[in-house]
């Protein structure tokens, strides 16, 4: 027997329901890490924030992008409060879930005064130097002893909040800091913005080019799928050249095929 009109429409409304209630509405938080990821609801939120709403929005969720520190970011999503986290080193939390492909590439540098000379040769030569980093982040495994040995005492600062960047590399022109240290790219688009090229300087590399990512909730199994979606979509939007325009409106290019390692 052939179902009947308010039959088929039933069914039609009960399909549409039930895809509806699998929506989800995914939190993604990080502190400002531009150009991964900048300003929400900005028009240009950050390159890997429209990467992971485009992924997301395949699997019919939307994506809720906040920013915050990044030691509060990584809190709430280990203790699955929030769903992800953007711009992570695996170094940074070991425990959290990731995915096989990478998101992003970047590698971390030293930077000095422009009118300084000073390289980096292991973490004995940050001796009698007033280092700035940022609270929370995870650098290099004998930088991250260092900076953990050093806290307490006068030649290791930890910015916190909104402008933790900003104020490090305002402390460094002010002499109140001699080397800051930080991802290259960040930096240097920071430096651009503010003009400060003329005032502060590359000195040395902390870590060769290492692997970027969006990583998710150890606590929630929603992460897998969520990441699977992120990735899909970047390998769609890969394949019909839209990855490269997206790129190219935050003036970078693919990291596919650059070798790089997990840190």
């Not at 995870?138 to 910015?159: C, G």
């Not at 080397?179 to 930096?187: C, H, K």
């Not at 992460?223 to 979509?233: D, P």
């Amino acid at each position: 027997m052939r179902p009947t009109y308010l039959q088929c429409l039933a069914l039609l409304l009960s399909t549409f329901y039930s895809l509806h209630s699998m929506a989800d509405e995914v939190t993604i938080v990080s502190d400002r890490w531009y150009p991964f990821n900048g300003i929400p609801n900005a028009p240009d939120p950050g390159y890997m924030i429209e990467m992971a709403r485009y992924g997301l929005s395949r699997g019919g969720h939307t994506l809720n992008y906040q920013i915050m520190s990044w030691q509060n970011s990584m809190d709430l999503v280990r203790q699955g409060k929030k769903n992800c986290i953007v711009g992570a080193y695996k170094s940074d939390a070991p425990d959290f879930i990731y995915s096989q492909q990478h998101q992003a590439v970047d590698r971390m540098a030293f930077y000095i005064r422009a009118d300084e000379a000073w390289h980096y040769q292991k973490s004995d030569s940050l001796h009698n130097k007033r280092l700035g980093v940022i609270n929370g982040y995870a650098y290099q495994r004998e930088l991250d002893i260092y900076i953990a040995n050093n806290t307490n005492d006068s030649q290791v600062k930890k910015a916190k909040g909104k402008y933790a960047l900003e104020n490090n590399l305002l402390d460094l022109i002010a002499g109140r800091l001699d080397v800051v240290l930080g991802s290259e790219i960040v930096i240097e688009r920071t430096l651009k913005k503010q003009h400060w090229q003329q005032q502060i300087q590359l000195a040395d590399y902390a870590t060769p080019p290492s692997k970027i990512y969006i990583a998710c909730s150890p606590k929630l199994p929603s992460s897998i799928a969520y990441l699977e979606l992120i990735n899909q979509g970047i390998e769609e939007l890969r394949s019909t050249g839209q990855l490269q325009s997206l790129l190219m409106k935050y003036q970078m290019t693919d990291w596919h095929g650059i070798e790089a390692l997990d840190q």
